[in-house]
């Protein structure tokens, strides 16, 4: 019987997974995603079944952090959710990366909850989140890029009660003059089991229909960004390598069969 659910995040520097039976949390793991970290996920999460004895094929319920956050690091928990959930007939639900990491605060109802992570060059993504009448973090409007430091002219932090994440940790003191007196900033940069299972826990799986995860990229990857100059190294102009990339980027699929 597919009683498992599995939620899986590598948005930032950690990978995250988690187990659950019946909202139960079976294990936890979680290790610094260094030079081939995020390749142990596939490996962890299969010896982590093994233990609790139940296969891979027994998970019916896939939770995966769609973003924002690292472009490979996405793309490596997306696609690890997709393969299994094929595998294993299960469904799939897409969690907002920061709203995980805001569930990390001990918000009471109504207090507000900033939330700022590194996206590389110079930017951070940010959103706010309000707490409901359980603490649960309910989006106040759409996730931003915010250039930092230093913070544009006029923008405003408003009134959180708790502000965290990794942009916040990078850059303390330009963020720390921008806040209220009465914010409390929190340590720490990736979500807590008890976050990632407070968020599991609000997905409506009714009405997941098995589909992948769209991802939540809010800028390019490195590669892209630097396609020009990757361009002419190779001795081609920034045009044809352009065309080159829109062609790759939506050319059908087509099966290959032996």
């Not at 079976?26 to 081939?36: F, M, P």
């Not at 001990?106 to 009448?133: M, S």
């Not at 609000?202 to 229909?209: F, G, Q, S």
Request: some cysteine; overall charge negative.
């Amino acid at each position: 019987m597919q009683d498992i659910t599995l939620v899986l995040n590598t948005a930032e520097k950690r990978v995250q997974f988690a187990l659950f039976r019946a909202g139960s949390m079976l294990c936890a793991e979680d290790w610094l995603a260094q030079r081939g970290g995020t390749e142990l996920l596939a490996p962890a999460l299969a010896e982590a079944c093994s233990r609790l004895g139940f296969p891979p094929s027994a998970i019916g319920r896939i939770a995966c952090a769609a973003g924002p956050g690292n472009f490979t690091g996405l793309r490596i928990g997306l696609t690890t959710a997709s393969a299994l959930a094929r595998a294993a007939g299960a469904k799939q639900a897409g969690l907002n990366y920061l709203q995980c990491l805001a569930a990390n605060a001990p918000a009471r109802e109504g207090e507000e909850v900033l939330v700022l992570t590194n996206a590389r060059r110079g930017l951070a993504y940010g959103a706010r989140f309000r707490a409901d009448e359980k603490g649960f973090p309910v989006p106040m409007g759409r996730t931003f890029l915010l250039p930092v430091p230093p913070l544009p002219e006029g923008f405003t932090m408003g009134s959180p009660a708790f502000v965290l994440g990794s942009a916040v940790n990078s850059n303390l003191a330009c963020i720390k003059e921008a806040l209220p007196p009465s914010a409390r900033i929190l340590e720490g940069d990736h979500p807590t089991p008890a976050s990632l299972a407070a968020m599991v826990r609000a997905v409506d799986w009714e009405k997941e229909d098995g589909s992948d995860i769209p991802p939540l990229y809010m800028r390019d990857c490195d590669a892209v960004e630097n396609l020009d100059a990757i361009a002419r190294a190779q001795g081609r102009t920034p045009e044809i390598a352009q065309q080159e990339l829109e062609r790759l980027t939506h050319a059908p699929l087509t099966l290959v069969e032996e």
